[in-house]
């Protein structure tokens, strides 16, 4: 992220980084990973409900009687699709946005649908 930024003569301190669903979740691990890396701190990360955590396909904690888009047979489907494995066991270093211990450093967060 950051030799883009500065390659193109971009200030990093205004870079925002973004993005829906799967995208959400890979926008928050680029921010996790140039934190980790020494890089440029993301101005903003806005995650439009992002996939963050694969064990929420293991929760029991959700009432899903009238749930009718985003099923829990969707959520294992999605979770598998993107990490090549069923969700809820060991994880990837670029699947960890859910396990990362703190956020510190990596920018703030928004989800556009929290806010209303």
Do not use: K
């Amino acid at each position: 992220m950051g030799w883009s930024a500065e390659e193109r003569g971009i200030d990093p301190a205004r870079v925002a980084i973004g993005g829906a669903s799967a995208g959400g979740g890979l926008a928050a691990g680029l921010a996790l990973l140039a934190h980790d890396r020494g890089e440029i701190r993301p101005a903003l990360q806005l995650l439009v409900y992002p996939m963050l955590d694969d064990r929420t396909v293991t929760s029991t904690d959700m009432d899903t009687r009238n749930v009718r888009v985003w099923t829990p047979g969707s959520n294992r489907y999605a979770w598998t699709s993107y990490l090549g494995h069923a969700p809820g066991g060991a994880v990837q270093r670029g699947h960890r946005q859910g396990r990362a211990p703190a956020f510190s450093g990596c920018g703030p967060a928004l989800d556009p649908w929290l806010t209303r």
